[in-house]
């Protein structure tokens, strides 16, 4: 599994589209900061003059308006359209790629001239040229609703040195500092909220408008807008190492990871341009041989009809459009998608097989109960506990500082080991303390009389000095979203596995509360290896979502890994195809559906185009089709093809 974000983002300070990468179909629309009128010019220009030329053809008859003069008149009305395409046909042939579409219109048009249709001639480059400044609007026009996301970060921040507000670039800010964050403005580092509490718009991460309160320690993060009063936050975390700064570089690089269907038709456009060429000669020279009453313009006529149709401009660049849509729509809705192949491979997924703490519940224990045995004293053995959990970045450690206390660091701890799916081991004066599951006191051989099976919390065992100390029983709530996440899978037809570290009561407890279809408890990081192995076995497409370290392999073993954001390790994040920032399980089905709705607009422009151009191709060969039939087999199926991909720009998926 690729892991796009091993390559650096390549900054582009133009607005460009790309046909294809080495396809013979490359070329940019470079919009910079020109107006429509201003783009449009060229073609108002052209289309002025072929209406006044088509008016003297026909309607007023003029004696001057003949040979020479005519020719010149069409001339000057296809130069403003017609001179940038040759010049790329040109260019393209300079650099070995002679069957450009840029190739089929210039030899097309031409011809058109060479056999006195200037009218045409101008008609089709006129319109070709319209589409194209179409296309790159609109392909901008994508591109900049991923680009909106690229410029969340500002570029300077205000710290606070002695008692004094100073204004420094962003990225000059050191791990420590204090920065001042006054209402309207944006956080541009992550960091820790020295404020007793303060109101942020978080929108521009997760893509929730509802503000998020935060309290005096509270991790903020890097792109956050403060609402209400200021506020000082403490950065914790370098600028180039911030979750958005992350963010930017998943979404910039996310474009440059292609979907099978867009490297197929790149692949065949490649392929299919040739072809088309040597069948327009083909159509032109060889009826010489079986007509009787052959005539060489006739048949120039229609071959040039058949390049016209044949432009393949219509699926190389709707295409790609519609991925950029499908991205598009996904980062609005705070879901990152690394690349579009993974929007196609999530729209054909059955199975979302999940993680429990962190991914369905809100992954916030609190300590319900602590049981410890009389010959321990319960205090001394808390301290211990906490000390050693200090150790470990799970939720389960936190819960046991906020009820155990400050950490007591006079504690001798050595030989700190962490056993993945059991807990902790240490060694305290000596002496062997053990912090985890129940399976990690049976690995050790510990002796206890707790009948653990029936108790529906998540089990803390201690043992101390190769004795059972007790117990501490901490429980998590399920997300709020998270029933609704189940049932939404269950209508796309999707089964919801859940596969946890946690104790079997506790993981069967909460799959019936959300009608998860199977769920399996104490399992090791190999365990659910295997248990997706397993379903993959079946042919059967598998989403994982997780939230922690130890779900990384899990995630690059799944057709598609899916990274809860928020609360997620780093390695999860960088291992998954598609991270959901804002950790609400809700997002699941959302993106499933964005791939199913990018796939079908995709398939939609693939079929329209092909039809379309099929029956026109063999109007065209039969001399039944006219230039004006030409113009819109190839703008006028890349014009709605292009309306259709836009459209997953404006759908709702909440």
Known sequence: MEECCSTKPKKKEQHTHDHSEGDGHDHSHDTGDKTPFQMFLPAIISFLLLLIGIALDNYIKTEWFTDWVRLVWYLAAYIPVGFPVLKEAYESIVHGDVFSEFFLMGIATVGAFAIGEYPEGVAVMLFYSVGEVFQGMAVSRAKGNIKALLDQRPDEVTVIEGSQPKTIKAKETKIGDIIQLKPGEKLALDGELMTESASFNTAALTGESKPDTKTKGEVVLAGMINMNSIALVKVNTAYEDSKLSKILELVQNATAQKAPTELFIRKFAKVYTPIVVFLAIGICLLPYFFVNDYQFRDWLYRALIFLVISCPCALVISIPLGYFGGIGAASRNG????????????????????????????????????????????????????????????????AIHNYAGDIDHTIPLE???ELAGHGLKASVNGKELLVGNFKLMDKFNISYDTNHANIVYTLIAVAYDKKFAGYITIADSIKSDAKETVDNLHRMGVKATM?????????????????????????????????????????????????????????????????????GSDATIETADVVIQDDKPSKI????????????????????????????????????????????????VAMLAILNAVRIQRMKFN
């Not at 997706?532 to 990384?552: C, H, L, Y």
């Not at 422009?605 to 004006?628: D, E, H, P, S, Y």
Request: no cysteine; aromatic share 6%.
């Open 335 to 398: 879901i990152l998608f690394k690349g579009s192949n993974f929007l196609d491979s999530i729209a054909e997924i059955k199975n979302v097989v999940m993680d429990k703490t962190g991914t369905m519940t809100e992954g916030v224990f609190k300590v319900q109960e602590v049981n410890i045995q009389p010959e321990f004293n319960k205090d001394d053995i808390l301290k211990l506990v906490n000390a050693l959990e200090s150790k470990s970045t799970h939720p389960v450690a936190t």
């Open 415 to 417: 030989n700190v080991e």
């Open 499 to 567: 596969l946890s570290g946690d104790k079997s009561t506790v993981v069967r407890y909460v799959a019936d509360q959300l009608g998860i279809d199977n769920a399996f408890g104490d399992l090791l990081p190999e365990d659910k290896v295997n248990k997706v192995k397993e379903i993959k076995a079946k042919n059967q497409t598998v989403a994982f979502v997780g939230d922690g370290v130890n779900d990384a392999p899990v995630v690059a073993l799944s057709d598609v890994g899916i990274a809860m954001g928020g609360l």
């Open 589 to 636: 089905p959302m993106a499933i559906n964005i791939g199913k709705q990018t796939k079908k607009i995709v398939w939609q422009n693939i079929v329209l185009a092909f039809v379309v151009k099929a029956v026109v191709l063999a109007l065209g060969a039969g001399g039944l089709a006219t230039m004006w039939e030409a113009v819109f087999a190839d703008v006028g």
